[in-house]
């Protein structure tokens, strides 16, 4: 219990100092601050990805693939949806004129190009567009903290009594209870934010959104878990301690992301 709470502490540590900067963009740097951070987190973790990619012996052109993600959040900043959606067709065209240029370079290095920029830049780009909603502050602040309760809630109960394997062959350490705890914990935030800040969306609806939060965050950890795995390795990177890399860190965001800001728009939040 000690090892597992002195862990916890260093996670938290990195979480704060990653949580001061998020929220203070969100609050005083107006949606170009938000945009700003959210595309050097895609970029660092868009890094990582590429690193893992070429232990498989791929060849994807970072180039490429790191202007598009550090595109993506200022365009759908500027633009919305439309920047965003253009960028990602820029993203296409760019990546097949290399594929057609360089000989030696193949199909699936192309995809992995494409894929690590999507992966990361356009599904963590959402968040922005959550930001341009109505309420889109609080909104933002709502699906932020949702990752953090499901982390924090899974992690601790996992830990502490977690005795069925979710899924053992890509990430053993993680429970059916540590599941139950971040999705009641992921739900519990949309339902208290929606009383605390009147958020313009019904109680059944808030609901929905944090169940479809907290199953696109276990999907995007469970991911990326089988991505390092595939690779053999243990964590993307160490730029954060208690977390390993930026992908690690933000592997459940990424999903919850984008599938927030749908699950926001089919509630009507406009």
């Not at 609901?207 to 939060?213: E, N, V």
């Amino acid at each position: 219990m000690a090892g597992t709470l002195r862990d916890f502490g260093v996670r938290a540590a990195s979480a704060l100092i990653l949580g001061i900067v998020m929220l203070g963009a969100l609050f005083f740097g107006e949606v170009w601050g938000l945009a700003t951070v959210v595309a050097v987190i895609g970029v660092l973790a868009c890094v990582e990805f590429f690193t893992i990619s070429r232990r498989e012996r791929r060849m994807p052109n970072e180039l490429v693939a790191l202007t598009a993600v550090a595109s993506m959040p200022f365009a759908a900043a500027g633009f919305g949806a439309t920047g965003l959606t253009a960028v990602v067709a820029a993203l296409v065209i760019s990546a097949f004129f290399w594929h057609v240029l360089i000989r030696q370079i193949r199909l699936m290095d192309t995809a992995i190009t494409v894929f690590g920029a999507v992966y990361v830049g356009f599904t963590l780009s959402h968040l922005v567009l959550i930001r341009q909603l109505e309420s889109g502050v609080y909104l933002a602040l709502a699906t932020i903290v949702s990752v953090w309760a499901n982390d924090v809630f899974a992690y601790l109960v996992g830990s502490a009594v977690g005795k069925h394997p979710l899924a053992p062959l890509i990430s053993p350490k993680k429970s059916w209870e540590g599941l139950l705890a971040g999705t009641l914990g992921t739900a519990g935030v949309w339902l208290i934010a929606g009383a605390m800040l009147r958020l313009p969306i019904g109680w059944g609806s808030l609901a929905t959104i944090g169940l479809a939060a907290s199953v696109a965050a276990v999907i995007g950890d469970l991911a990326e878990s089988r991505i390092k795995r595939e690779a053999r390795v243990k964590d993307s990177g160490t730029l954060l301690p208690g977390h390993g890399g930026f992908l690690d860190r933000f592997d459940s965001f990424i999903m919850v992301a984008i599938v927030t800001y749908y699950a926001l728009f089919l509630a009507g939040a406009r």
